[in-house]
């Protein structure tokens, strides 16, 4: 990611000043592998993406706080003071800076004197890819920098995932954060959402790429199935737990169980929590594959992650399954799946190169002939969490 010299005019003009900004930005993010198993106990396996956030501050003399972003012009310049940090409905997207700015006043007290922020981002909307992660983790990286906190990056991460559980009230885990705060060019991340330890694992795309397709469908359901594959998986615990000592789904291999399963009452659950355990196994047995820079075993891990969520978890939905469908028919493929909460959003496909606009017609084709709409791409590569830009 390179600074951009346009964003630095724009800033000049809409805050109506020649001086010169710093330049931040924080990525996106998609999780290759590992769905639905950190509130589960287990593993996920996020790469930082080339898409994300950009801004540019500067610091000023007194306590007023103005946030303008280029995606969101007809809002115009927000202000807010530095004591009048509250969340406000009405202040839309520029609550997500605020309650950054506020936790990070309330844990250093450093935070003396306002700032002017432009953002501009250029991650698709709705297509879950994680926005306002990289939203949060931007402006602490921006405040860190700016005002000279020198926080490490571990509870910088952890303070963005209090502003989205706290103070946006979303009940989110720290995947989003972690990959948009911690990714490293080349490489995904196989984190322990219990301890937070992580490993970088290289992945070597220099002859594919990631083809990352947004169904363009709202994903308006996930909030309440989400809660409710929560409350099957926090149930089918406490069957397997009459008999084994386990905090977690995340704790179990496949084997135990296989071998402990009937202990659940209830016959969703059990394909709920199968596909906890399984996915879990899955994200280890991805971090050896890349190890080994094994990408076509890699693509059948990404398969059976897919299938999972579709048959056992049951999060996919029309759209998803009809474009990983699609995706799987065409050559060059060497997996594909949903990622995401699901219900709509984006699935991924790990391309050859050389195939990848054949690849792109073919499944722009079915998908529109089977939905009636089209599908939106891009091509992501990997690249380094949340920095300033020189």
Known sequence: MTFNPNLTASFQEIF??????????????????????????????????????YALAVKRSDNLLRFYSMNFSENGIIERTLD????????????????????????????????????YGDIPNGAGLSS??????????????????????IPLV???????????????????????????????????CNTLDYEH???????????IANTNKQRTLSGSKYNERRSECEAALQDLQQKLKINSLGELTPNTFEQHHT????????????????????????????????????????????????DDYEVTGQELD?????????????????????????AIALVEKDKADAVQAGIQQHYKEKIGYEATFYTATIGDGAKELA
């Open 16 to 53: 109506q000043t020649a001086d010169t900004p710093r330049q931040f930005f924080a990525p996106g993010r998609i999780n290759l592998i590992g769905e639905h198993t950190d509130y589960n106990g287990g593993h996920v396996f996020p790469a930082a993406i080339s898409y994300g956030t």
């Open 84 to 119: 009048d940090l509250a969340y406000r409905s009405e202040d839309d997207w520029a609550n997500y800076p605020k309650g950054v700015l506020l936790y990070l006043q309330q844990t250093t007290g450093k935070i003396t004197s306002g700032l002017d922020i432009l953002f």
């Open 132 to 153: 306002s992660a990289s939203i949060e983790l931007v402006t602490g990286v921006l405040a860190d920098s700016i005002y000279g906190l020198e926080m490490e990056r």
């Open 158 to 192: 952890q303070l963005g995932q209090r502003v989205e559980n706290e103070y946006i009230g979303v009940n989110s885990g720290i995947m989003d954060q972690f990959s948009v705060g911690m990714g490293k060019q080349g490489h995904a991340i196989l984190l322990d």
């Open 201 to 211: 694992a290289p992945v070597d795309l220099s002859e594919h790429v990631i083809l």
């Open 263 to 310: 202990l659940i009452s209830n016959p969703v659950h059990v394909k709920r929590a199968r596909h906890a355990v399984y996915e879990n196994n899955r994200t280890i047995e991805a971090l050896k594959k890349l190890q080994k820079h094994d990408l076509a075993a890699f693509g059948e891990l990404m398969n059976d992650s897919h299938r999972s969520l579709r």
């Open 322 to 346: 009809t474009i990983v469908e699609a995706a799987w028919a065409q050559a060059g493929v060497l997996g594909a799946r949903m990622t995401g909460a699901g219900f709509g959003g984006c």
